[in-house]
Nanobody
Framework: QVHLVESGGDLVQPGGSLRLSCVAS????????YGWFRQAPGKEREVVSC????????FYADSVKGRFTMSTDNTKTSFHLQMNNLEPEDTGLYYC???????????????????WGQGTQVTVSS
C-alpha cells in the first residue's frame, strides 16, 4: 500500500529557511512522478516543484525558482524540499504526492496524482 508522510513544516520569519521531507512507504520512487504542492488559505492547490523519473531535473514554479530546491535520497524512498528566503506568500499547507503513471511534464497536473500525504503547515510571518 502506497503511503506518503510529510514533515518539517513550521512557523518561520520572512527570510528564513525550512526543509520539508516526504517519506514514501510501500513503493520506491524510481518509476514515479512526484512532487510538492501547496494550498494557501482561500486559494487553489498549486504546483511548487515536481519531477518525473523520465526527466533529469525538477520543475519549479516561477514563484519559488532560485529559492526552493527539490532533492531525492539515494535510497529513493524519500524526497525533500529545501526552502530558503521564505516569504509570507509561501504560507500554506504543503503536500507531497506521487504517481507511477505520470511522465515528463505530466507531473505538473496535480489532479492526476493518486497518492497524497496529509500535508504539513508552513507559516511565514514576523
Amino acid at each position: 500500500q502506497v503511503h506518503l508522510v510529510e514533515s518539517g513544516g513550521d512557523l518561520v520569519q520572512p527570510g528564513g529557511s525550512l526543509r520539508l521531507s516526504c517519506v514514501a512507504s510501500g513503493f520506491a520512487l524510481n518509476y514515479y512522478a512526484y512532487g510538492w504542492f501547496r494550498q494557501a488559505p482561500g486559494k487553489e492547490r498549486e504546483v511548487v516543484s515536481c519531477l518525473s523519473h523520465t526527466d533529469g531535473r525538477p520543475f519549479y514554479a516561477d514563484s519559488v525558482k532560485g529559492r526552493f530546491t527539490m532533492s531525492t535520497d539515494n535510497t529513493k524512498t524519500s524526497f525533500h524540499l529545501q526552502m530558503n528566503n521564505l516569504e509570507p506568500e509561501d504560507t500554506g499547507l504543503y503536500y507531497c504526492a506521487a504517481d507511477p503513471h505520470l511522465f515528463g511534464l505530466d507531473c505538473l497536473d496535480l489532479n492526476a496524482y493518486r497518492n497524497w500525504g496529509q500535508g504539513t503547515q508552513v507559516t511565514v510571518s514576523s
